[in-house]
Nanobody, 121 residues
Framework: QEQLVESGGGSVQAGGSLRLSCAAS?????MGWFRQAPGKERERVAR????????DYAGSVKGRFTISQDNAKNTLFLQMDSLKPEDTAMYYC?????????????????WGRGTQVTVSS
């Protein structure tokens, strides 16, 4: 099973920025960031396909967040700008290496433990 370790969460005022990182122990077909706020369902924030770098985003973060990988494709980043209080959540890194079907459906097989992001108004 892929080992994923997130870092970079914290507290910031509205309008500020944070950069999350996620270190993977092996190769992946796709990686993504999810978030879950108290009392809400988990939401996929962004996804990247490791082979071609194609990305997609939730409508709520498009234009404010940027997902990327390092050249070795085993470290994932999420640059979060213009943060809003509604971005407050636990953020999870996820990955899959089984097949593109799982990437396309968002059914990632490997998960990190999460990092907390808190945005104050």
């Amino acid at each position: 099973q892929e080992q994923l370790v997130e870092s970079g969460g914290g507290s910031v005022q509205a309008g500020g920025s944070l950069r999350l990182s996620c270190a993977a122990s092996g190769s992946t077909l796709c990686m993504g960031w999810f978030r879950q706020a108290p009392g809400k369902e988990r939401e996929r924030v962004a996804r990247i396909y490791s082979d071609d770098g194609i990305t997609d985003y939730a409508g709520s973060v498009k234009g404010r967040f940027t997902i990327s990988q390092d050249n070795a494709k085993n470290t994932l980043f999420l640059q979060m700008d213009s943060l809003k209080p509604e971005d407050t959540a636990m953020y999870y890194c996820a990955a899959d290496r089984r097949g593109l079907y799982f990437c396309q459906t968002g059914s990632f097989g490997d998960w990190g433990r999460g990092t907390q992001v808190t945005v104050s108004s």
